[in-house]
Nanobody, 128 residues
Framework: QVQLVESGGGSVQPGGSLRLSCAAS????????MGWFRQAPGKGFEWVSV??????????ADSVKGRFTISQDNTKNKNTLYLQMNSLKPEDPAMYYC???????????????????WGQGTQVTVSS
């Protein structure tokens, strides 16, 4: 059974940093691609960053490129996805969701509809 549990959200000032984590159980490190998506109030889901299975190729939305870093760890067979967020901007606040799908390569599937499993989300707030 797949379970994704996010943590690490919070409130920071503009320019600050946060590190989100997603503990993924039932998600095979070598055969699931994973990603981070976000939804701000009144807006649709937006893909932020995705990664191929096994900590492979990474992709970033233009809005976060150079500021956010996605990574994955499988120490002791515990699959954990991270999103290091630096230089946070006032346009970054949202609920951030971890997602996974049982395919090795993200391919062209960056849409939320391309991911079958989701966490409950963690809130990120940026304010001075």
């Amino acid at each position: 059974q797949v379970q994704l549990v996010e943590s690490g959200g919070g409130s920071v000032q503009p320019g600050g940093s946060l590190r989100l984590s997603c503990a993924a159980s039932g998600v095979a490190y070598s055969s699931y691609c994973m990603g981070w998506f976000r939804q701000a109030p009144g807006k649709g889901f937006e893909w932020v960053s995705v990664i191929n299975s096994g900590g492979g190729t990474t992709y970033y939305a233009d809005s976060v490129k150079g500021r956010f870093t996605i990574s994955q760890d499988n120490t002791k067979n515990k699959n954990t996805l991270y999103l290091q967020m630096n230089s946070l901007k006032p346009e970054d606040p949202a609920m951030y969701y971890c997602a996974a799908d049982p395919r090795r390569s993200v391919g062209y599937g960056f849409s939320p509809a391309d991911f079958g499993y989701w966490g409950q989300g963690t809130q990120v707030t940026v304010s001075s």
